[in-house]
């Protein structure tokens, strides 16, 4: 419980590419994500990043993105039917999920 706090309680920290976006972010707007300064809008008003990304390129940072370790003997079978997106999935009594 106490471990759950301190982590709750922790101040974000900036991604691997966050002083290149404190450079661009013109609008200071940045939030909290799982632990991390992300970026909500680079400029005052979304115009240029809402037609930077309907018709042109975007690169958005989504480094505060948990990442999974799956393990077990049903560990291929459950990776398999997620990427396909299929529905059935291995049972939790044989394999273990942790965040890695």
């Given at each position: 419980?106490?471990?759950?706090?301190?982590?709750?309680?922790?101040?974000?920290?900036?991604?691997?590419?966050?002083?290149?976006?404190?450079?661009?972010?013109?609008?200071?707007?940045?939030?909290?994500?799982?632990?991390?300064?992300?970026?909500?809008?680079?400029?005052?008003?979304?115009?240029?990043?809402?037609?930077?990304?309907?018709?042109?390129?975007?690169?958005?940072d989504i480094s505060?993105?948990?990442?999974?370790?799956?393990?077990?003997?049903?560990?291929?079978?459950?990776?398999?039917?997620?990427?396909?997106?299929?529905?059935?999935?291995?049972?939790?009594?044989?394999?273990?999920?942790?965040?890695?």
């Amino acid at each position: 419980m106490l471990c759950e706090r301190a982590e709750r309680d922790a101040l974000p920290i900036g991604t691997a590419v966050h002083e290149r976006t404190l450079e661009l972010c013109q609008s200071l707007n940045y939030r909290e994500w799982s632990g991390f300064y992300a970026v909500s809008a680079y400029e005052t008003h979304h115009e240029h990043e809402y037609n930077a990304i309907r018709n042109a390129s975007a690169l958005i940072d989504i480094s505060p993105l948990y990442k999974y370790l799956v393990t077990g003997k049903d560990a291929t079978r459950l990776e398999s039917s997620t990427a396909a997106g299929a529905t059935n999935s291995a049972t939790s009594s044989t394999m273990a999920l942790s965040r890695a």
